[in-house]
Nanobody, 118 residues
Framework: QVQLVESGGGLVQAGGSLRLSCAAS????????MGWYRQAPGKQRDLVAR???????NYADSVKGRFTISRDNAKDTVSLQMNSLKPEDTAVYCC????????????WGQGTQVTVSS
């Protein structure tokens, strides 16, 4: 059974930093593309950052230069380092995994709250 468990959310002042981590179990990590999504109240869930199994990354324009996604294949974890946080970064952040060949499977964590105060 695949599980994604996030940690590291919290309350921080604008300009501060947080580091989110997602621990994956179930044996899919090494072949999965991993990502972080966020959803603010009343808004749709949006991609924040993604990293492929080979280490290629892409970011939402709103976080480029401030957030960094990384993965540790030895520990089956993916992290999101968030610097220079802004109030508009406030959201529930969810870990995502996609793996499979012709048929893709998506897995989601339960999410962790990030609140940035002004």
């Amino acid at each position: 059974q695949v599980q994604l468990v996030e940690s590291g959310g919290g309350l921080v002042q604008a300009g501060g930093s947080l580091r989110l981590s997602c621990a994956a179990s179930g044996g899919i990590f090494s072949s999965a593309a991993m990502g972080w999504y966020r959803q603010a109240p009343g808004k749709q869930r949006d991609l924040v950052a993604r990293i492929t199994s080979g280490g290629s990354t892409n970011y939402a324009d709103s976080v480029k230069g401030r957030f960094t996604i990384s993965r540790d294949n030895a520990k089956d974890t993916v992290s999101l380092q968030m610097n220079s946080l802004k109030p508009e970064d406030t959201a529930v952040y969810c870990c995502h995994a996609r793996e499979g060949g012709l048929v893709k499977f998506d897995y989601w964590g339960q999410g962790t709250q990030v609140t940035v105060s002004s």
